[in-house]
């Protein structure tokens, strides 16, 4: 049985600790109100409930416990002594919050580091130089930048206010790049000006260093569009041609019109499969300043394509795109497998759904690469039209910053639909299980705190905002001087970009599946139950709406993608409520509106009831179904995919792909129990070295490969089928 220290760090738990403790606190006076056997019942009882919770105890939550179990005995001198003796320490303490931090993790033996992104590999100089800024962001934020209410209400996991070890600088969220205007109008980049490339293949080599750049300049996801690239193609057709023809007059040769196409064609499928495989495996090496690859989805929308030509181009760049990442990319062992990034996002059209349709290859071809690699996602163009319609009353399909953040409609000053060049200012998300709970089950109750909660939201969001506003353009130039966001002077503020809708600001949720079932005893997806699950989006969603009127900026709901947060709050409602059957007996609660992982319901009945909910969920949202080994069965595949297109605007498979280096099993790896404690396990070699195995699974939108805190990695292990 393992506990966490405070450093983060983790050791086996020692009863004797307790005991010498409680005993130093019982000497302590002339006046001994303990026996032995009595300290030897508090430290037993103690072992006895840490086991139970079938996790790892922070030292706060044992001393807690040491605290009530002294006087439940009693022996209340002996408490207070207990007590005082932990206000001294925690004194001692405060006088340097991050030094012992940034120590555990140096030496790697900081657990809740090691776990907390599933794709950054903490050993690595380059990762440890960005958690080692971050300590020192997240002690300055906590101490200095944020109200002393925000800073306990993240503490106690009432709220998670996001990304607090990047707080300290002028940096937002996410980003939906204006590659176009980049690549069209040229940009700088390190001082240096890159002009409007003259091939595809360039247009490709550009794009990554552009995507690198932002990503060293913002802290979440980005996305870019296929069809900002799809222009290059033509004109790599024309050069080429060119090419071809000075070639064959060298040579005196006077091909005819179909022979010179032909070897046109050629050429120009090879400088397309060499510039999309730049593009995959610059994305996957680059290291950015935060230590990682860069966050990034790459869009693929037919009817983007500004015209017919334009449109086969870009079809040309898709199919070459799902077929390298349907092979994948090989690991230091020389074996093919299932990168990370970047993600795929295909959209599902009129001319590329059915049989028949013109593009209907690039959607099998999509459902082979969804059955083997987890990618691409699919994006419903019918339900997105839908669902975003903007002042104009038209429909815009577009794609997600990153995972799943989506930019609300929005119309420019000429009366055109935009959403390339803008971005996110950040998250605050709410504990709706803690509301829940905090309530006791009385509806009044809950509403009242969930209204005192939302308003706590809404100030860390300010908070946020705040932080933003008078930026200078010069904090990051190419975001906003040089294209990717705008093209603002320099020493100009951002400040216009945060009003008006231009960014959008979000307001998270998690846990709807757990506060529903403690409020009404039922899952959300019951009958009964989902009309309160459904108030309770709704009231989200009146309550930005609200905010947007006052403020004039685009407040939205998102659903937000806990990872580490999902063990974080999970620990915080034990601590606080302790441990309650269906709502906080897991070491992880549910992503936002969710079905719960362990209940049996079908793919296609999730998503129809997750549609609902996903229609509430504008600031962004992504549902799921879990599948088995589908690379035998592409026709249920796509069987799903037409579902998707006809029911839910965003979606996504999650299969299996994983690899033992040790053995070369290539089978689903399963999480085991050791010591305590999950880890992952070769079913084939029995092999437990993190470090020989490959697991790849869908965490947050994104696919994590580098391994996740035990909250997660339960949440993942109790995944149940739904095909």
């Known amino acids: 049985m393992k506990i966490i220290k405070r450093n983060g760090s983790e050791e086996n738990f020692d009863m004797s ?24 019942d508090i430290a037993d009882y103690i072992e006895y409930r840490c086991g139970k919770m079938n996790r790892a105890v922070s030292v706060e939550e044992i001393q807690d416990m040491v605290e009530n179990q002294i006087m439940s005995k009693g022996a209340f001198e002996v408490a207070r002594r207990y007590v005082k003796y932990r206000y001294n320490r925690s004194l001692i ?20 580091v090691i776990q907390e992104n599933s794709n950054k590999d903490p050993v690595v100089n380059s990762v440890q130089r960005d958690y080692m800024a971050g300590e020192v962001s997240r002690d300055i934020t906590k101490r200095l930048l944020l109200p002393q209410d925000i800073v306990d209400a993240d503490k106690e996991g009432i709220i998670h206010f996001h990304d607090s070890d990047y707080f300290a600088q002028h940096m937002h969220n996410c980003d939906l790049v204006n590659l ?4 069209q109008n040229g940009t700088v980049i390190s001082e240096t000006l890159i002009e409007k490339p003259h091939s595809f293949s360039t247009a490709c080599n550009i794009a990554t260093q552009i995507i690198a750049q932002v990503a060293s300049n913002q802290y979440g ?28 007059s060298l040579l005196s040769f006077k091909p005819s019109e179909e022979q010179l196409a032909e070897i046109v064609e050629r050429r120009l499928h090879s400088e397309i499969e060499k510039g999309v495989q730049t593009m995959q495996y610059q994305v996957i090496t680059l290291m950015t300043t935060n230590g990682q690859a860069p966050f990034l989805s790459i869009f693929m929308y037919l009817n983007e394509a500004k015209n017919p030509q334009e449109k086969k181009d870009l079809a040309l760049i898709i199919e070459e795109m799902l077929r390298q990442r349907y092979q994948g990319v090989k690991n230091e062992a020389g074996v093919w497998i299932t990168p990370a990034f970047p993600k795929l996002i295909y959209v599902l059209e009129d001319d590329n759904i059915e049989e028949g349709s013109e593009y209907f290859y690039l959607t099998e071809l999509a459902a082979k690469c969804t059955a083997r690699r987890m990618v691409p ?35 420019d000053e000429n009366g055109k639909p935009k959403y390339y060049g803008r971005f996110n200012q950040g998250v605050v998300t709410i504990n709706l299980v803690d509301v829940a709970l905090s309530s006791r089950g009385d509806m009044d109750s809950f509403w009242k705190i969930f209204d005192e909660r939302l308003e706590l939201c809404y100030r860390a969001l300010m908070c946020r905002h705040e932080r933003l506003k008078g930026t200078l353009s010069d904090a990051a130039p190419i975001l906003w001087q040089y294209g990717a966001i705008a093209r603002l002077g ?41 009309p309160f699950a459904l108030s309770v989006m709704q009231h989200m969603n009146d309550a930005c709406k609200k905010w947007k009127e006052k403020e004039n900026m685009d407040f939205s709901l998102y659903g937000t993608p806990l990872e580490s947060t999902t063990y974080k709050f999970s620990k915080c409602l034990q601590k606080r409520f302790g441990i309650i059957k269906g709502v906080t007996d897991k070491n992880y609660i549910t992503n936002s509106y969710h079905v719960h992982v362990t209940e049996e319901i ?21 549902s799921y179904v879990e599948v088995p080994n589908m690379q035998d069965n592409i026709p249920a595949v796509i069987k799903i995919m037409k579902f998707i297109y006809n029911n839910i605007m965003y979606a996504e498979l999650n299969t299996k792909s994983d690899y033992c280096q040790n053995c070369g099993y290539d089978g689903e790896i399963m999480a085991v ?51």
């Open 602 to 622: 079908d793919a296609f009945t999730k998503l129809k009831f997750e549609s609902e909910f996903q229609r509430l969920s504008p600031g962004g949202a992504v």
């Open 180 to 183: 176009e205007d980049m690549l």
């Open 490 to 530: 320099k020493g100009e503020p951002i400040d216009k970009l945060l009003y008006g809708g231009y960014s959008t600001i979000s307001l998270g949720y998690a846990g709807l599946y757990e506060c529903v079932k403690f409020m009404t005893g039922k899952s959300h997806t019951d009958e009964e139950a989902k």
């Open 377 to 411: 996602d699919y994006i419903s163009e019918k339900m997105m039209l839908e669902l975003k319609v903007d002042r104009n009353g038209n429909g815009n399909c577009y794609p997600c910053m990153g995972c799943r953040s989506f930019l609300t409609p929005y119309v």
């Open 93 to 112: 303490r405060k006088a340097n919050t991050t030094d012992d931090r940034i120590l555990t993790l140096l030496e790697c033996n900081n657990e809740e």
């Open 17 to 40: 600790k307790i005991v010498n403790a409680v005993t130093k606190a019982n000497n302590a006076s002339d006046k001994i109100e303990l026996n032995n056997e009595q300290i030897e």
């Open 673 to 723: 129990e050791d010591d305590g404690k999950l880890v992952w396990e070769c079913p084939n070699c029995k092999n437990r070295n993190q470090d020989t195995i490959n697991v790849a699974r869908r965490t947050c939108g994104y696919i994590g490969t580098q391994f996740w805190n035990q909250g997660r990695t339960q949440e993942i292990k109790e995944r149940v089928l739904h095909l």
């Open 221 to 248: 996801g980005q996305s870019i569009s296929l069809s900002h690239l799809a222009p290059f193609v033509q004109v790599s057709r024309e050069k080429i041609r060119c090419e071809v023809l000075e070639e064959m």
